[in-house]
Every structure is written in C-alpha cells, then in structure tokens.
C-alpha cells in the first residue's frame, strides 16, 4: 500500500503540466526531418568526445512531433541502446538506458562530456527510484523488522525513510536526489562515485517516454558539454544534429517539411527573444533551469535506530548541489512537518564550484557550464557606476563615457535583470532583459533561451550580465520573511557559471579577454 504523507505535494503542482492538444496526439502520422553528416568517435580515459578517430560513422539526428506512434517509436530505441532527446519541464534531456553501459557511453560521446561528471536517472512513476538505490536493498534491523511506528507504513531505516518522504513530497517535480546505489547500477553512469542521482519529471511527454520504454532514462542536458542548455528543440538540433540521435517536439505539426520546420523553430525562437515576451515564460520546459540536486549522507557513527524524538543528534545530512525550483527551506519544512527535523540537518552549499578532472557525485558542479560560445562576464554593477557617474548642476546624475568604454560596449550584448544595466542600452550592440520587474520565475524560464540569442548577435565580442545576489534583491519580492525565491538562487548560479566566474568593475577590464574569455 502506498501511503502518501502529509508534506509537499502543493509545492510541485505549480511545476505539472496541463497537456495541450497537439502535445501527445492520438494520430498515427509522424513528422522527421533529418540531416546526414560525416562524423568520428574516440573514447579517451576521462572524456567521450566524437572526433579525431580512424572508425568514420554516419550519424543522422532526427526531429519527429509527439504523437503516441512517435513516443513509442522513440521508447523502442531506448530499449534499443539509442539516443532520444526529450523535454521535462526543466530542460531538454539527452536519454539513453540507464542500464546499458554501451548505451551511456552514446551520451558522453554525443556531449563530449568528462566521464567524471555523472548523469541522472529518470523514472516514472516515482517509486521506480526505490528500486535504484541501496537504502531500499539492506535489511533495517538486526530482527528483520522493515517496518514501524506511524501505521507501520515508515521504514525504519531513516534513510529509506527520508528518500520516501522526499520522493512522495516532491515527485513529480523539479528535484534531483542522490544516494548510495543498488549494486547493479553501471558505475559509468555515476562517474564512478557509487552515488546514483535520480529524479522523476513531470512533464508528460518524459513521463509517457520513460513509462513506454520500461527501463530508467538516463539523461543529461541536451547540448555539448558546457555550453548553454537548450528548451526547445532547436537548441538540442543547434548542437547535436551531427549525432545519431532523436529528438521529440511538441511544437512540431504533423506532416511538416524540412524547410517549413526550420522556419517555424527558428520563428519560436525569435518569439521568445522579442522583449515584449516578457510576460510570458516558456511553453516546452516552464521551469527553465536544471533540477535542485540534494544529496543524502548518513553519519554512520550514530545509532540510526533510535527512535527518540527528544535526541537532537543528527543521523545524517541532506546536501543542496545545484540550487534550482525547490529550495534548501523547502526541504527543511517538509523534514519539520514530517518530524525529521531533528535527525537530518539541510546544509546549503550556495555556490560550489570544481575541476573538470574531480569525480562529482552530481551534474552541474563545474565553474564553467552553461556558457555561450562568446566571452561572457558578470559586471559588478555598483562599482561599475560609480566610477562612470557624474553629478550635474542640477543635483542629479549622468553617465559619462569615454571613447574606449563606449567602443567596448559597441561590440557588448547585454542580458539584464530588472533593469540594472538598462543605463547602457542605447550604447551596446543587442540589449534584452530577462524580466523588466527583477521576476525569478520568468527570467529562469528565459535565461537559456537568451543566453544562446546572444552568441547569435553578429559582431559580438563578449557578453554581459549584472551581479547580483540574495541579500542586494531583499526588498524586491523576491525575497519573503527571509525566504528568498529558489529559482532566484538558481539564476545567480547560471549566470555565474555562464560567466565562469569573471566579475568585471571597469569596462576598461575587457581590454584585457583573451580568446578564452578570461581576464
């Protein structure tokens, strides 16, 4: 019997999805379009990558719309040890068989990505995670006893009681949880960490794909390693149409020619960077960044049978990787309401940051991710204005700008947030907003979108974003009795990591970009 526990679920219907009818249709006809390329393979010691190899393969990409025929013809090639690129209501994800090691492989060579950076299982219906990890496989006691206390439907195990609570709480949803694996995991897939992450989506056309192809999904963003990650499956075609891989789209109408499907897709993407798009979020992946990732760690020099609900030592640990819609607070308020309050402590990371070389246990850790393909730099907005502000007579202020920093902002594209660099608009060569009134929730739905709009914009040299945090955004509405929006944590992230790290004060600074983009 599956008992449902008085927590989250509220907090993830705001990420569920009302299909809409040309979403997954009923009719049997299928639209692709296809490209055929010349490409190479090679697997090295720590990265897939798909060049430099004597053994030449023809890969053909393919988009095809989201019928039922089309869905089940993209599971049969899960099943098959092929690659299929579909949307959540995060990103698009780039899916294989999470238990065919020859077919994770694919994902790191069609994504040049480090076999140090592991990728996430997806499953549906939620309770298939249980399967996936070792809490779920261990006895509980010394008597054999699974279950007790509260209708005797919570395992004693207090990590297999807090993966239940999280995943019933938050599942479907935006939230990625890490554990210790079940012991037929691939260890490729987990970069050899013995730590599974898995999550379950809640977007229909991932749920309809996963429950189709019968095995877990694993799935990585969608788009070469490190840059920007795609929404629409234009980005996905943008960056992986030289590899063998399908890619669903429910924006795709049926019996739709190649020519016409490059100008309805491009048309979608011209739409989304219009600037009076702004009240508007997007219409395949609404959340629009990555999962929140947290990973659970047991103390194991505590007695995780103690029930005793007045002993304050911890058992364990829940660890916020990567900020996204669920956050840190949720998770600690789901604990308060479910009384494991007292036995798991929730430490948020805020901004952590590795190698590319170091094994993670989580996707999205390195410095540099989700990078346009021009030199993009966050701009320390309040340093940068009071070296450039001049007062007038009249009490008021100007922007007083040389010939230098006026001919280093010709060359800039701007990507604002409400409106702190707007002073510079008419000077830069492409200026958009991710949303005019500082809203989290609309700019993390636009944010990759436009990072990729302005590695587009022709002439530009480097791209520039403000810095901003929590604490300067208190008395917006982002920020509630202390309480901040999670997707705003999760913006300061992206861009952050877009920039890969680069904070400017002085437009002067940019003289000095090498081709890399560092200062």
């Not at 479910?338 to 948020?348: A, I, K, N």
Request: charge should be negative; charged fraction near 15%.
């Amino acid at each position: 019997m599956h008992h449902h526990y008085p927590c989250f679920r509220t907090l993830t219907s705001r990420f569920r999805f009302h299909l809409l009818d040309d979403c997954i249709s009923t009719t049997s006809t299928s639209s692709f379009t296809t490209t055929t390329t010349t490409t190479t393979t090679t697997v090295s010691k720590n990265t897939m990558n798909s060049t430099n190899s004597n053994n030449t393969l023809n890969h053909q990409a393919f988009i095809l719309d989201t019928s039922i025929p089309s869905i089940a013809r993209a599971a049969e090639r899960i099943q098959q040890g092929s690659l299929v690129s579909f949307p959540t209501e995060t990103v698009y994800g780039l899916g294989c068989n999470a238990l065919d090691p020859t077919a994770i492989e694919k994902v790191f060579r069609a994504k040049e990505r480090p076999l140090t950076d592991p990728l996430i299982l997806h499953v549906y219906p939620p309770t298939d995670a249980w399967s996936l990890w070792q809490a779920f496989h261990t006895p509980t006691t010394t008597t054999g006893e699974e279950y007790e206390n509260y209708n005797n439907r919570i395992p004693t195990s207090y990590e297999k009681q807090v993966l239940t609570i999280l995943t019933q709480a938050f599942w479907p949803g935006p939230l990625t949880l890490v554990a210790k694996a079940a012991s037929h995991i691939p260890s490729i897939v987990m970069a050899n960490t013995g730590y599974v992450a898995c999550r379950s989506p809640s977007h229909p056309i991932a749920q309809s794909l996963i429950q189709q192809a019968h095995v877990p999904i694993a799935a990585p963003s969608a788009n070469k390693f490190g840059h920007v990650s795609p929404t629409i499956a234009q980005h996905v075609w943008d960056d992986l149409h030289m590899e063998d891989v399908w890619i669903l789209d429910p924006l795709l109408h049926l019996n739709t020619t190649t020519a016409t499907l490059h100008e309805n897709q491009q048309k979608i993407q011209q739409q989304q960077d219009e600037e009076d798009m702004n009240d508007q979020v997007s219409i395949v992946c609404n959340v629009g960044v990555e999962s929140t990732v947290a990973k659970i760690e047991m103390y194991h020099n505590n007695n995780n049978s103690n029930n005793n609900k007045d002993n304050t030592s911890y058992v364990g640990r829940i660890l916020i990787l990567r900020h996204g819609a669920i956050s840190a607070q949720d998770i600690q308020r789901c604990l308060y309401l479910t009384q494991l309050d007292t036995s798991f402590e929730v430490l948020d990371n805020m901004m952590q940051s590795t190698k590319n070389d170091v094994h993670h246990v989580a996707p999205g850790q390195c410095i540099k991710h989700y990078s346009p393909n021009v030199p993009s730099f966050m701009m320390d907005t309040r340093n940068l204005l009071s070296s450039l502000l001049q007062k007038e007579d009249g009490g008021g202020f100007i922007i007083v700008l040389d010939e230098e920093d006026r001919k280093r902002l010709q060359s800039s594209v701007i990507i604002d947030f409400g409106s702190q660099l707007v002073m510079f608009k008419e000077y830069v060569l492409a200026y958009r907003d991710l949303s005019i009134h500082g809203d989290a929730v609309l700019a993390s739905s636009r944010v990759f979108s436009l990072l990729r709009w302005s590695e587009q914009v022709s002439g530009a040299q480097q791209v520039l974003f403000p810095r901003f945090s929590l604490s300067s955004d208190k008395d917006s509405k982002n920020h509630k009795n202390n309480n901040p929006q999670p997707l705003l944590q999760a913006l300061i992230d992206r861009l952050t990591r877009a920039a890969s790290g680069n904070v400017i004060s002085s437009l002067k600074e940019l003289k000095n970009v090498d081709m890399n983009g560092s200062i």
